[in-house]
T-cell receptor
Framework: KNEVEQSPQNLTAQEGEFITINCSYSVGISALHWLQQHPGGGIVSLFMLSSGKKKHGRLIATINIQEKHSSLHITASHPRDSAVYICAVSWGGSQGNLIFGKGTKLSVKP | KAGVTQTPRYLIKTRGQQVTLSCSPISGHRSVSWYQQTPGQGLQFLFEYFSETQRNKGNFPGRFSGRQFSNSRSEMNVSTLELGDSALYLC????????????????FGPGTRLTVL
């Protein structure tokens, strides 16, 4: 069984701060996903990665396969980044069979 | 290109009833997955369909079932509703089912919020 642990559970930051959210998993995976969920429920897929590093605007995601660990970084945080960030892993050959972390609730204050 | 649509968006049912939720994937997407989100358990995988076949199923009782049609639209059904079935039900679509690679992005719908009284 694959366990996905995220830290921290809650995070409050001031606008402009650099933010890091961590994700660890216990079993080998085919891909790791970072998702963003705003109040109201809509989920947006931010990154899907199986190795290395990806960057999109102010967001950077890294993964270390050997250490079974991934980080999501937000540079120059903004109040509109306030959301729940969820790490999920896909394994067993199907990217639809995702196992999710509990999420990190981020609040960025102006 | 239209996104993933789910109907209805909100639903209130009573215990013992059954419910059917619908999901229309992004045009051209052939894989549809369903997820349940509750405050206590978070997001959990229900099942995945590709080419009208169920490819994977999560750890849910048989009261939860689904199907996919030839146009890739999918429905999920919950029979004999229980209070604990109150949740946000999300579906997600992706272009293909890539066994062994898991390298396709999923696009989520807005969800159906089901309340069981």
């Amino acid at each position: 069984k694959n366990e996905v642990e995220q830290s921290p559970q809650n995070l409050t930051a001031q606008e402009g701060e650099f933010i890091t959210i961590n994700c660890s998993y216990s079993v080998g995976i085919s891909a790791l996903h970072w998702l963003q969920q705003h109040p109201g429920g809509g989920i947006v897929s931010l990154f899907m990665l199986s190795s290395g590093k990806k960057k999109h605007g102010r967001l950077i995601a890294t993964i270390n396969i050997q250490e079974k660990h991934s980080s999501l970084h937000i540079t120059a945080s903004h109040p509109r980044d306030s959301a729940v960030y969820i790490c999920a892993v896909s394994w067993g050959g199907s990217q639809g069979n995702l196992i999710f972390g509990k999420g990190t609730k981020l609040s960025v204050k102006p | 290109k239209a996104g993933v649509t789910q109907t209805p968006r909100y639903l209130i049912k009573t215990r013992g009833q059954q419910v059917t939720l619908s999901c229309s994937p992004i045009s051209g997407h052939r894989s549809v997955s369903w997820y349940q989100q509750t405050p206590g358990q978070g997001l959990q995988f229900l099942f995945e369909y590709f080419s009208e076949t169920q490819r994977n199923k999560g750890n849910f009782p048989g009261r939860f079932s689904g199907r996919q049609f030839s146009n890739s639209r999918s429905e999920m059904n919950v029979s004999t509703l229980e209070l604990g079935d109150s949740a946000l039900y999300l579906c997600a679509s992706s272009l293909v089912y890539l066994a062994g690679s898991g390298t396709d992005t999923q696009y989520f719908g807005p969800g159906t919020r089901l309340t069981v009284l």
